[in-house]
């Protein structure tokens, strides 16, 4: 997830199944606490999955980038 003038941005890896969600969040507005994007994006990534994720937060080697990555997930939905 990285900050741009316009909006936060994003790229989420999934392994089973694989695949790639990436595009920018309508909200919160770029200039927000790294922590408002973060919840947006997990509460994205939990939509996308269908699963209550556990996702740790770090600060990536540039300004204004973080990677979070799923440290637990909940139960797979009923099919």
Do not use: I, N, S
């Given at each position: 997830?990285?900050?741009?003038?316009?909006?936060?941005?994003?790229?989420?890896?999934?392994t089973d199944p694989r695949g790639v969600a990436d595009?920018?969040?309508?909200?919160?507005?770029p200039s927000c606490e790294p922590e408002i994007a973060q919840a947006a994006l997990h509460r994205r990534a939990e939509e996308?999955?269908?699963?209550?994720?556990?996702?740790?937060w770090q600060e990536?080697?540039?300004?204004?980038?973080?990677?979070?990555?799923?440290t637990n997930t909940g139960p797979l939905p009923v099919a």
């Open positions: 997830m990285y900050r741009t003038p316009d909006r936060w941005r994003f790229a989420v890896y999934f595009g920018g969040l309508d909200h919160p507005v996308l999955t269908h699963r209550k994720l556990d996702v740790a990536a080697g540039q300004p204004g980038c973080w990677t979070g990555a799923v």
